[in-house]
């Protein structure tokens, strides 16, 4: 739990106090009032952090003005409708309640960091109503009450008047530019009352339907001619419930007249009652343009038959010839191929003629042809500037007259360059493919035979890999025996048993002790791992709870703690509920992990911490540590048998590299894992996560 801040002298605190009121009389930022009580609280009530949220104008929200500290999101905002939120309910309160994390319904939890808080309501009076103006948050909530609600009662003023100038100033800023807008609109815009009386006009507006004390008689009788022709639309358009109608107004400057469509639409208003808008859409162009394009199409009509292929097909080279074979019109990629030009190629003309005599006896087997309108085929024509040949298929096209008589021929070329070009690549892709399938072919028989190959050898290495567990697991037996001897003779000799020994011999004794055991140990793990792999490795399922293994482990530690004179914290939750599950195996990973972590933390800090999720029925058990991190990529590697994150010669940090993997494959017996979240010189976390209830036996 936080301290308060030290006590201030009364004089000083009374210094303060009238500092923080004349800055907050004097302030026109909210955000920057906010902000400053915030730290006035921090350094003369003992806030560790804090939040001031404020209720808008239109008290539909509770939102965050400022805060101080982490926890707050800079962008948390609360429906005041949501009366269930504790911060809701607290805003609209008398007094200040003190709140805690609601676990489980993340809508109502308190959003300052999971820790419990302070909520100090804030009232302004505003006439004769004490309004809610917003809301005060700190953390912890054993800070100064006193010095909170005061803070609360000066600050909700300037709140509420800073808020509602905000308010103000945003909706007037809002109509300048609606009436920007508006003004920007070429077309008059009018809102006008049940009578007809305009309540609101955009430039072009006034300038039909507004006269000025200074304007000229003849104005001041246009816009009173309009006025009245208004009115009497705006009337019948009423009468027929909305609607169109066009509208003949006199323009007040030229005296010509203007060509309006009247668009309007009822407005209703809860305060004024129901108005009309009205949008005067300036037609007089439009119409004379409409008479001008009924004129022309009823002159494209005559060449529409004609037209139709010549516009779906402008891509392509295009011609048209009379009934006599001699060529009328042609497209630009027309005039490419068959007219003559100022080239220079002296071919150029030759090339042109060539084209044309071939072109000439296509469309003429059309023209003497008695049956059919179309036909197609192929010509070969050759390119007049580089003189390469150019295929193409010549579709053509009769054009009959009223009284059935050939009028034109259209015809229209298509290029089949890129068509057999592509033709003659996909039996290129074709070829390749084959050949691509029949390598696929080879390397998927190649690879059934090395798979079998490695299936072969699997079942070969399976007893290899047996007889190796078997063999450790005998030695680790064998080594064990003579070691154990060695400790009880040299624990014999230790206490004095053959004798009292010199200053160099316990020395001696005490390292061959030390050394037995770091060997003995390593054995042990060999033989963990042997047993684990053997699948003989039994599993004694009991309810124990977590805190007292943990501190049953670091009292294990102490001489080790005290030798590193590192710091180890214990982190545990209030309600962490007791687990069923192998407790001597539990208590080797998290001795593992916290010795692990001691061995590789110079100075620093080692966290032990646990706690469960009741969603997920799992208990976590981590230790963090601010030591030398590990490599993202070794993350996986420490877990393997025989191997640490710096395997050569040289590597500063002894082991035999056994620790974590048993840790993991205890875990995995146990229905658990172990998870690793690190960083070089960042120090590391490892996580041992196990279900509460161990299911199998």
């Known amino acids: 739990m936080a301290a308060t801040a030290p006590a201030r002298s009364a004089v000083v605190q009374a210094e303060a106090r009238l500092g923080l009121?004349?800055?907050?009389?004097?302030?026109?930022?909210?955000?920057?009032?906010?902000?400053?009580?915030?730290?006035?609280?921090?350094?003369?009530?003992?806030?560790?952090?804090?939040?001031?949220?404020?209720?808008?104008?239109?008290?539909?929200?509770?939102?965050?003005?400022?805060?101080?500290?982490?926890?707050?999101?800079?962008?948390?905002?609360?429906?005041?409708?949501?009366?269930?939120?504790?911060?809701?309910?607290?805003?609209?309160?008398?007094q200040a309640v003190t709140l805690t994390e609601q676990r489980g319904d993340r809508r109502t939890a308190v959003p300052l960091g999971r820790v419990?808080?302070?909520?100090?309501?804030?009232?302004?009076?505003?006439?004769?109503?004490n309004v809610p103006g917003g809301l005060l948050v700190v953390s912890p909530p054993e800070a100064n009450s006193a010095l909170v609600e005061w803070v609360g009662s000066v600050l909700a003023s300037p709140l509420v008047r800073l808020g509602r100038n905000r308010s103000l100033t945003e909706a007037d800023r809002r109509i300048r530019r609606e009436r920007t807008l508006l003004d920007a609109v070429p077309d008059p815009i009018l809102l006008t009352d049940p009578e007809g009386r305009v309540l609101i006009a955009n430039a072009r507006a006034k300038a039909l339907l507004v006269?000025?004390?200074?304007?000229?008689?003849?104005?001041?009788?246009?816009?009173?001619?309009?006025?009245?022709?208004?009115?009497?639309?705006?009337?019948?358009?009423?009468?027929?419930?909305?609607?169109?109608?066009?509208?003949?107004?006199?323009?007040?400057?030229?005296?010509?007249?203007?060509?309006?469509?009247?668009?309007?639409?009822?407005?209703?208003?809860?305060?004024?009652?129901?108005?009309?808008?009205?949008?005067?859409?300036?037609?007089?162009?439009?119409?004379?343009?409409?008479?001008?394009?009924?004129?022309?199409?009823?002159?494209?009509?005559?060449?529409?038959?004609?037209?139709?292929?010549?516009?779906?097909s402008v891509a392509d080279p295009i011609l048209v010839t009379d009934p006599a074979g001699a060529l009328v019109m042609m497209n630009a990629p027309a005039e490419r191929l068959f007219s003559v030009r100022g080239s220079l190629v002296p071919e150029h003309g030759v090339r042109v003629q060539?084209?044309?005599?071939?072109?000439?006896?296509?469309?003429?087997?059309?023209?003497?042809?008695?049956?059919?309108?179309?036909?197609?085929?192929?010509?070969?024509?050759?390119?007049?500037?580089?003189?390469?040949?150019?295929?193409?298929?010549?579709?053509?096209?009769?054009?009959?007259?009223?009284?059935?008589?050939?009028?034109?021929?259209?015809?229209?070329l298509h290029d089949r360059t890129e068509e057999i070009e592509r033709a003659r690549l996909y039996e290129e892709l074709k070829r390749a493919s084959a050949l691509l399938e029949e390598r696929v072919r080879q390397a998927t028989s190649e690879l059934v035979g090395q798979n079998e190959l490695l299936r072969r050898q699997r079942i070969e290495l399976e007893p290899a890999s047996a007889a190796k567990s078997q063999f450790l697991a005998n030695m680790s037996h064998e080594f064990r025996t003579p070691l154990?001897?060695?400790?009880?003779?040299?624990s014999l000799l230790l206490q004095g048993v053959s004798g009292e020994l010199g200053a160099q011999q316990e020395r001696n004794l005490s390292r061959v002790d030390?050394?037995?055991?770091?060997?003995?140990?390593?054995?042990?793990?060999?033989?963990?791992?042997?047993?684990?792999?053997?699948?003989?490795?039994?599993?004694?399922?009991?309810?124990?709870?977590?805190?007292?293994?943990?501190?049953?482990?670091?009292?294990?530690?102490?001489p080790l703690i005290q030798r590193s004179k590192l710091s180890v914290r214990v982190e545990t939750a209030r309600k962490l509920r007791p687990i069923s599950s192998d407790r001597a195996k539990v208590k080797q990973i998290v001795l593992n992990l916290v010795t692990n972590a001691i061995?590789?933390?110079?100075?620093?800090?080692?966290?032990?911490?646990?706690?469960?999720?009741?969603?997920?029925?799992?208990?976590?058990?981590?230790?963090?540590d601010t030591g030398i991190g590990i490599k993202t990529e070794d993350h996986e590697r420490v877990f393997e048998d025989f191997r640490q994150a710096d395997n050569s010669p040289a590597r500063e940090y002894g082991g035999a590299g056994l620790g974590l993997a048993i840790c993991r494959r205890l875990a995995s017996m146990m229905e658990g894992r172990v998870e690793l979240q690190s960083a070089v010189g960042q120090g590391s976390t490892f996580t041992l996560t196990l279900p509460v209830r161990l299911r199998r036996r």
Not at 23 to 42: H, N
Not at 368 to 387: K, M, N
Request: net charge negative; proline share 5%.
């Open 354 to 412: 060539a084209n044309d005599a071939h072109f000439s006896a296509f469309v003429s087997n059309l023209l003497f042809a008695t049956e059919g309108e179309r036909r197609r085929g192929e010509i070969g024509l050759v390119d007049p500037e580089t003189g390469l040949p150019l295929p193409v298929e010549a579709i053509s096209g009769k054009i009959f007259s009223e009284h059935g008589e050939v009028t034109a021929i259209v015809t229209v």
């Open 21 to 94: 009121a004349e800055f907050l009389l004097t302030c026109d930022d909210l955000e920057e009032c906010a902000r400053r009580s915030l730290e006035w609280l921090a350094e003369y009530a003992g806030a560790r952090a804090g939040a001031c949220l404020a209720v808008d104008v239109e008290h539909t929200r509770l939102s965050l003005i400022a805060s101080h500290g982490p926890g707050m999101p800079a962008d948390f905002s609360v429906d005041l409708e949501d009366r269930a939120h504790p911060l809701v309910a607290a805003a609209f309160g008398r």
């Open 211 to 312: 006269a000025g004390e200074g304007e000229s008689e003849g104005r001041r009788r246009a816009v009173a001619l309009n006025n009245m022709l208004f009115s009497s639309a705006l009337a019948q358009t009423a009468i027929q419930e909305g609607g169109r109608r066009e509208l003949l107004l006199v323009d007040p400057v030229e005296g010509s007249d203007l060509l309006f469509e009247l668009l309007s639409t009822a407005a209703p208003d809860t305060r004024e009652g129901t108005a009309l808008v009205s949008i005067l859409r300036n037609i007089s162009d439009l119409r004379r343009a409409s008479e001008e394009i009924e004129e022309n199409y009823r002159r494209l009509r005559i060449a529409e038959a004609g037209l139709d292929l010549i516009i779906d």
């Open 116 to 129: 419990p808080i302070l909520a100090q309501p804030m009232y302004a009076r505003v006439g004769r109503e």
């Open 484 to 490: 154990n001897a060695i400790l009880g003779y040299t």
């Open 599 to 624: 061995k590789f933390t110079p100075s620093g800090v080692v966290t032990v911490s646990a706690r469960n999720d009741p969603a997920v029925k799992e208990v976590e058990i981590a230790v963090r």
């Open 514 to 558: 030390s050394n037995a055991r770091h060997l003995l140990a390593i054995i042990n793990d060999i033989l963990d791992i042997s047993r684990i792999e053997a699948g003989k490795m039994p599993l004694h399922v009991s309810s124990f709870p977590i805190p007292a293994l943990v501190q049953e482990v670091l009292a294990e530690l102490e």
